[in-house]
């Protein structure tokens, strides 16, 4: 596990994150540049060397909690460093979010971000609305929906 100096040592390689420390000793890493309104990209790094990444729209498998934060209190360096780029690249995408979602049946659904809120559609006609991705995702799952991946769309 790396120690919180190395983490505050690579977090800080990122010029384009701004350090606020908090209490505790725990140090936060804005996005002020985020087209979002969501900011924080590094979250309550902690001299214990725990802490969180916001992953919610990154296109991996992270586990997430429901503020959309991975921890990243084992991650090894190339780990920490591949989702701290992934969280930055996410919050400035200027693009609408979308991904696509394929069941058993090869039945398609398309999840969309829009206006702070996650929608799901089939064809034109809206499926559900969701408050958060998770949300989202969680109702995906249930219904046995899958996201396609770029390899997926190259078969």
Excluded at 31 to 47: A, Q
Excluded at 53 to 76: P, Q, T, W
Excluded at 109 to 123: D, K, Q, R, S
Aim: net charge negative.
């Amino acid at each position: 596990m790396l120690t919180f100096e190395e983490k505050l040592a690579i977090i800080e390689s990122f010029p384009e994150l701004q350090r606020n420390d908090v209490s505790l000793g725990r140090v936060n890493f804005h996005f002020e540049e985020s087209v979002l309104d969501k900011k924080i990209v590094v979250y309550r790094l902690h001299p214990n060397g725990n802490g969180f990444v916001y992953a919610e729209l990154i296109n991996d498998d992270y586990s997430v909690d429901s503020k959309g934060m991975v921890n990243i209190r084992d991650f090894s360096e190339m780990e920490l460093l591949k989702v701290i780029k992934q969280s930055i690249e996410s919050l400035s995408e200027s693009e609408p979010f979308e991904e696509s979602w394929v069941n058993a049946d090869s039945q398609n659904l398309l999840l969309v971000e829009e206006y702070g809120t996650w929608n799901i559609y089939a064809g034109e006609m809206l499926d559900g609305s969701y408050a958060t991705y998770n949300g989202a995702v969680d109702y995906l799952h249930q219904e046995g929906f899958r996201r396609l991946q770029d390899e997926d769309l190259k078969k």
